[in-house]
């Protein structure tokens, strides 16, 4: 919808009620001063002040407005404004968010317009990024609980051409507004990455992540049956797994997650894979299970900014550069005591921009009425310790290291075996060093310490 505010409405309004005078052979003045209820202007027809005024009616659009001195005419005058008003509506109407003709609203041959859902957060402003980059159209549906409306205002900047990128402001969980937004808006696939995602927090608040996840995820689904959008691109991890016997994990290894993050996800994947199993779909589907996701968009546009009071149940790599930074006096690691080298646990670290390309090369290879299931991540496992070393040398900073028990639903060793997603799909991470994404990371905390500041 076009919105004009402030002195571009006056601006827009007088444009058109000029255009308009002409028409009818009247001043502008005089269609002004009748919306907003001023008294009708005689002709500026030079008169000597001896000169009695005329009391010819002026005629407008049929109807007759007697001299000035007279009783005024207020039907009449009320009647005038009534239809200039509703010329007015009129006008507006003929702009194009008025008249449903916005670019979003409509299929374009060529033009593939995505539905970003989470694309205010950390993954999707960096896919979204991507996307426009990549000349995709992108409408960012993002309630804001989790993602930066600071992050949105940077997209808008690099991508302000009409018709590029759109942000509305909803929430998942309200399927009256989700099913709206379908209907308003012409998709042809969708990337859903919203969702809350801290394994954590998801044990202290499990019936959030249920909601949040899985019964969202079903509203997106529902959504797209009735609107017939048929590519999904779906944001899933390698929480489904749990604790695999054997390792490294392919895409058929068991799934028995064991946290209430990791099973809510499971449950969507299922939702999804029971409807593309139906008669009534025809659905392009492509799951992406990835791992630990860290770095951020290599010419520092963007950036990861987790809200303060997430710090202690967010990625590890937000909880080094905090301390860095001196906004927390330490860093906290859970657990010294699993049954790997060093203790530590063992995590498999994506790049963000890897990860979004594989997103990407996703939706380009989406088949109608396939679903495509892949692990994302580098097939190299590192730990704890060795993440925490890499995270002070990239900062520079002497970070003083406190070690806990274990948290509850962390597993010991997890990483990727990412063959699958190089023989299908033809991606491979490129940005497999540890240190050179932590450095770019860094350097966009450095310059931005207070994450995108206040929204």
């Known amino acids: 919808m076009l919105f004009i505010f402030g002195s571009d409405l006056t601006m827009y309004l007088f444009s058109k009620l000029r255009k308009f005078s002409k028409q009818l052979s009247v001043r502008p ?8 209820g001023s008294r009708l202007h005689m002709p500026a027809t030079p008169r000597s002040r001896s000169q009695a005024r005329t009391t010819r009616p002026w005629i407008l659009s049929g109807m007759d ?4 001195r007279r009783k005024p005419n207020f039907t009449g005058k009320i009647a005038v404004a009534a239809a200039l008003t509703v010329m007015c509506i009129i006008v507006l109407k003929q702009s194009p968010g008025f008249s449903g003709t916005s670019v979003f609203s409509r299929h374009e041959i060529g033009v593939t317009h995505v539905l970003v859902t989470g ?7 960096h896919a979204t990024l991507r996307l426009l980059k990549d000349n995709y159209r992108v409408t960012i549906v993002d309630n804001l609980s989790r993602g930066n409306m600071g992050a949105v205002r940077v997209l808008q900047r690099l991508f302000p051409q009409p018709g590029r990128l759109q942000f509305i402001y909803a929430d998942l969980g309200d399927a009256k507004a989700v099913n709206k937004i379908f209907s308003e808006n012409a998709f042809d696939a969708v990337m859903h990455f919203a969702a809350v995602a801290y394994v954590g927090e998801s044990t202290m608040e499990p019936l959030r992540y249920y909601h949040n996840i899985t019964s969202n995820t079903l509203t997106v689904l529902e959504a797209m049956a009735t609107h017939n959008v048929n590519t999904l691109i779906y944001s899933s ?3 489904t797994y749990g604790e695999p016997d054997t390792m490294p994990i392919v895409e058929t290894t068991p799934q028995n997650p064991i946290n209430p993050y990791g099973k809510a996800k499971k ?5 999804i894979l029971d409807f593309t199993k139906s008669k009534k779909s025809n659905m392009a589907v492509m799951i992406l299970r990835y791992f630990n996701v860290i770095g951020s968009d290599p ?4 950036g990861e900014a987790p809200r303060p009071e997430l710090r202690e149940h967010g990625r590890i790599s937000g909880a080094c550069f905090a301390a860095a930074l001196g906004i927390v006096p330490g860093l906290k690691v859970h657990g010294t005591d699993y049954h790997t080298a060093d203790g530590t646990c063992i ?19 989406a088949l109608p009425g396939k679903v495509g299931i892949y692990n994302v991540g580098t097939g190299q496992g590192r730990s704890v310790k060795e993440f925490v070393e890499a995270c002070k040398k990239a ?9 806990f028990t274990r948290r509850p639903g962390d597993y010991a060793e997890v990483y990727s075996d990412p063959s699958k997603i190089h023989r299908e799909l033809n991606w491979t991470a490129q940005y497999t060093d540890l240190g050179q994404s932590l450095s770019q990371a860094w350097k966009w905390q450095k310059d931005h310490p207070n994450g995108y500041g206040s929204a």
Do not use: N, P, Q, W
């Open 237 to 239: 991890t390698c929480a």
């Open 299 to 302: 010419e520092g546009r963007l």
């Open 347 to 365: 995590r498999d670290y994506i790049d963000v921009t890897d990860l979004v390309d594989a997103h990407v090369k996703a939706l380009d290879k």
């Open 119 to 125: 694309g205010a957060g950390y993954i999707g402003s």
């Open 395 to 403: 900062t520079g900073a002497s970070i003083e290291v406190s070690y």
């Open 267 to 271: 449950m969507a994947e299922d939702i």
């Open 29 to 36: 003045s005089v269609l002004a001063g009748f919306i907003l």
């Open 65 to 68: 407005f007697a001299d000035t």
